[in-house]
């Protein structure tokens, strides 16, 4: 039987057999070098082995060479996260800014954007942000009770009524 290299790759990394995806997604590389999805794949592949520093090139030659929607939005979110965990901050937030300009349906963008300002210190605007998406995202009986006052008070948290 004739496997696809690809998709057997995709199958090792989610089976947590990172080293033997990475060779696979490598050659690959090799052998087609302007297909946007391998390179995708191959920072998703470091990213999983911690090797983060290593990620951040493949996740921009990915976003560099173009990749469909759904990939896109994996790697913008990948791209964001990895810079995040290496202290690159500023990069992060650059990251999720523009993916929730190209996605803004993608609540997800707005949670990471959220750590992201959490660790500039901006801890007002990351709890505004937290607090509108679990406002505008739970279904508890308790967050929808209270829905307009959480909104309201989301971006006034350091406001002292007198």
């Known amino acids: 039987m004739d496997v696809n290299p690809y998709n057997h790759a995709i199958k090792l990394r989610e089976s947590g057999q990172h080293d033997e995806a990475k060779s696979i997604f490598l050659e690959l590389a090799d052998l087609d070098p302007l297909n946007a999805s391998v390179w ?3 920072a998703w592949v470091h990213d999983a082995m911690g090797l983060e520093q290593e990620a ?7 976003l560099d060479l173009g ?10 979110l990948g791209l964001g996260s990895t810079y995040r965990t290496l202290g690159m901050y500023e990069q ?3 990251v999720y800014i523009q993916a929730i300009h190209e996605f803004p349906e993608q609540r997800e963008f707005q949670v990471f954007h959220a750590m ?6 901006q801890f007002g605007k990351a709890m505004e942000i937290l607090l509108t998406q679990l406002s ?4 508890h009986e308790g967050i929808q009770q209270y829905k307009r006052a959480i909104l309201f008070y989301a971006d006034k ?6």
Do not use: F, I, M
């Open 40 to 42: 995708y794949q191959l």
């Open 56 to 62: 951040v090139p493949y996740y921009q030659k990915a």
């Open 67 to 76: 990749l469909p929607e759904d990939e896109r939005k994996g790697a913008l």
């Open 92 to 94: 992060s937030k650059n």
């Open 116 to 121: 992201v300002l959490y660790n500039l210190k």
């Open 136 to 139: 505008e995202t739970s279904e």
């Open 157 to 162: 948290l350091d406001h002292v009524w007198s």
